[in-house]
């Protein structure tokens, strides 16, 4: 049997499945085999997962399942349910006349991961989803993970996929203030001024509003950030709208003295300020070689986890060449100056979405407060932005909503629990309850955020384990 007919067998034993248990079940994915009307051999068993999450016939619930089968029955394993091909299509909204029509957002992240796979890079769709909603977001995204799971790569070939602009700034352990990133005037030399590598990335912005530009920080946290970056940190809160336009304060680089008469060479250097239309995107390893990430950086950035990997999938390659126009919807997103720079924004556009998540994050942070945890507005505003970016964009269909809420809770709120403790031990093994989707005291019971739980049972094993947790290098 090849690998095409063992796809095709998959296909209909999962449709049987589906047929008997509905749309709703969850199940590992060695349940498929029981309702196969052939014999697939089991070496060629895993090779079908791929094709059927790229073609979406299944999706992982980031939860964990026992698996079905005779020989692996009880083993812990990845757990699924149907995916969007067993799902009525959603109705496509009437579009005023030169909008972009919403649905082709989420086909043009459908093609992605196509396209991806073909260059070699295994990726779900949920986790491009989740990383496009990141940067539509937010101006500055953390991707930490597993070396060799592909950090760098995501940022990169998203980039080139989508006709932005791509500078890579390889961060050094000696920087310990923003000289190499924005600049200086030589002590010597006190007429010039010496561009660092940022300022360049944004000079290079400026020739093209309408094209993303991604700035990637490698290994970003071999210095402390907030001594190299602090000065960007600070001007991305100073965002707002003006005349129509996303402006913010100017960059404040330590430039020569204006001259008291004749020409300025550095005038526009003076009022450089931060595009709409550039994301920082930084990469980060979490060991005993780097430094540890500040309330200050994590509150302004989305910290996005890269570590579910199958070894088990291959990439199907491609020589054939990628329709780039497929994804233009995805850059122009990214560069629309109508994006919500502040909560009011996002708020006014999708209230039921915005309250929602408000709601349920008021809710975490009573379950957390008694151990000393707590956040505040401007993570609140992050959550909104993302959600009234994922409906704007009708992203059901390849990250339902709660799913979208589970990334929320996993890269804005869980990053923020560290400590030691029984206090801690209580607080986390009820939120951890409420996570699963179970009723907890002074809480109703939520949905279930099965990412969310998954990450939180590895913090407390180990705080068991070694007295103290953190979310990094869990």
């Known amino acids: 049997m090849d690998s095409k007919e063992a796809y095709e067998v998959a296909v209909a034993a999962l449709t049987a499945l589906v047929q008997e248990r509905g749309t709703d079940a969850v199940f590992p994915l060695d349940a498929i085999w029981q309702y196969a009307t052939k014999d697939v051999p089991s070496k060629q068993r895993p090779g079908v997962q791929r094709p059927l999450l790229r073609n979406k016939y299944i999706e992982a619930t980031g939860g964990m399942a026992t698996a079905e089968s005779e020989r692996r029955a009880g083993s812990p394993t990845k757990e699924y349910r149907p995916g969007s091909m067993f799902m009525p299509p959603p109705e496509e ?12 957002v989420s086909a043009a992240l459908t093609a992605l991961v196509s396209a ?12 491009v989803t989740n990383f496009y909603l990141a940067l539509l977001s937010s101006p500055m995204v953390i991707m930490t993970g597993t070396s060799g799971t592909g950090k760098s790569w995501l940022p990169r070939i998203f980039a080139e996929l989508t006709g932005s602009r791509f500078s890579i700034v390889p961060v050094k352990p000696q920087w310990d203030d923003n000289c190499d990133m924005f600049g200086y005037t030589p002590p010597l030399q006190t007429t010039q001024f010496v561009q660092g590598a940022f300022t360049k990335a944004i000079l290079a912005a400026n ?25 960007f940190l600070s001007v991305i809160e100073t965002r707002s709208r003006k005349n129509g336009t996303v402006v913010t304060d100017a960059l404040p680089l330590e430039l020569p003295p204006a001259p008291s008469e004749g020409p300025d060479q550095f005038a526009s250097l003076r009022t450089l300020s931060l595009p709409a239309h550039v994301r920082v995107v930084g990469t980060a390893n979490m060991d005993e070689t780097t430094r540890p990430f500040s309330p200050k950086v994590l509150d302004r950035a989305f910290s996005i986890e890269f570590e579910d990997v199958d070894l088990s999938a291959f990439p199907v390659g491609s020589t054939g060449q990628v329709d780039a126009t497929q994804f233009s919807v995805l850059a122009s997103r990214l560069a629309d100056t109508a994006n919500p720079v502040n909560v009011t924004e996002a708020h006014s556009r999708n209230p039921e979405v915005c309250e929602e998540a408000a709601a349920y994050l008021e809710t975490i942070r009573s379950i957390l407060a008694p151990a000393g945890i707590s956040f505040a507005y401007r993570t609140r505003d992050a959550v909104c932005y993302y959600m009234s970016n994922w409906q704007r964009d009708n992203l059901e269909s390849v990250l339902p909503k709660d799913d979208a809420l589970d990334y929320c809770i996993l890269q804005k709120v869980l990053p923020k629990i560290h400590g030691q403790g029984q206090v801690l031990r209580d607080v986390l093994s009820a939120f951890g309850g409420w996570l699963r989707g179970e009723q907890v005291p002074d809480a109703e019971a939520g949905p279930g955020f099965p990412r969310s739980a998954a990450k939180l049972e590895r913090m407390l094993k180990r705080l068991d384990a070694d007295g103290t947790t953190t979310y990094w290098g869990t």
């Open 93 to 104: 909204a009437n579009a005023p006349s030169g909008s972009i029509t919403l649905p082709s």
């Open 116 to 127: 991806m796979d073909a260059r070699g890079f295994i990726v779900l769709p949920e986790q």
């Open 207 to 231: 020739e093209n509003s309408a094209v993303p530009y991604i700035v990637l920080l490698d290994e970003m946290n071999l210095a402390a950030v907030e001594h190299y970056f602090s000065d």
